[in-house]
């Protein structure tokens, strides 16, 4: 009995003492957040960025515009694609969307604009 006491009583206490703390742990576990959950969101901007590298590049292989206004628009570009993959990395949020939605039609405005100012240089 001895050894039941020395061995048994102080694993059971451990045991007992962390299924009263167990629940807590799960509760202040960090939740999913449903509106991060955004594969349509995720789907949507990464059609955006494709689409205006592709528009860029089309632009630049029609001579509509120049190489050098094609790099600077690309560089724009790419850095709507870091800034998508540093957002994406936990879901995209509301604001995280506009955000990019709003840099996504101001790389598709400046191209709008190179294209139609005729000079073959940025700007």
Known sequence: MRKFTKLVAP????????SAIAPTI??????HEAARY???RNANIRADISGLRAQIDRAAARRTISQREATGLRRDAADVQR???????GGL??????????RVNKVYTALHMERRDYDGRRG
């Open 93 to 102: 949020s509301a604001q995280e969307t506009r955000t990019l939605q709003n």
């Open 83 to 89: 800034l998508y993959s540093s957002y994406a990395r």
């Open 11 to 18: 694993a059971l206490v451990a045991v007992l003492g962390f």
């Open 38 to 40: 955004t594969p349509n």
């Open 26 to 31: 799960a509760e202040a576990a960090p939740r």
